[in-house]
């Protein structure tokens, strides 16, 4: 029901499309609405071990938008809060959808 994405540096990471993984509205979105702001994504599996080294995390789904990831098994990923990529995706997203509302 939701994808997971990392973020080391500059770098979105996230499982390319196949059959293990939601093929979204929300992913394709967001993904797209990245690339626009010039953010780098890469699509490629990652470990958990990559996962609580990130610098940080988030999921998206169709419920939860763009929703932070702040620890993992009771590990803080990355500062332990959300991140500046993370934020600045969310606030994307919601604006992007707040104009096609309208």
């Not at 994405?5 to 394709?28: C, M, P, S």
């Not at 590990?75 to 919601?94: D, M, S």
Request: proline share 4%; hydrophobic share 45%; charged share 25%.
């Amino acid at each position: 029901s939701n994808n997971a994405y990392i973020v080391k540096g500059n770098t979105i990471v996230t499982r390319h499309l196949g059959n293990e993984i939601l093929h979204g509205i929300t992913r394709a979105a967001v993904l797209r609405f990245a690339r626009e702001a010039q953010m780098v994504v890469e699509e490629r599996p990652f470990t958990v071990d990559e996962a609580k080294a990130a610098d940080e995390a988030f999921i998206t789904s169709a419920s939860a938008f763009v929703m932070p990831v702040v620890e993992m098994d009771g590990q803080p990923i990355g500062a332990g809060k959300p991140g500046n990529v993370t934020a600045r995706l969310r606030e994307i997203y919601l604006d992007e959808m707040r104009k096609a509302a309208v």
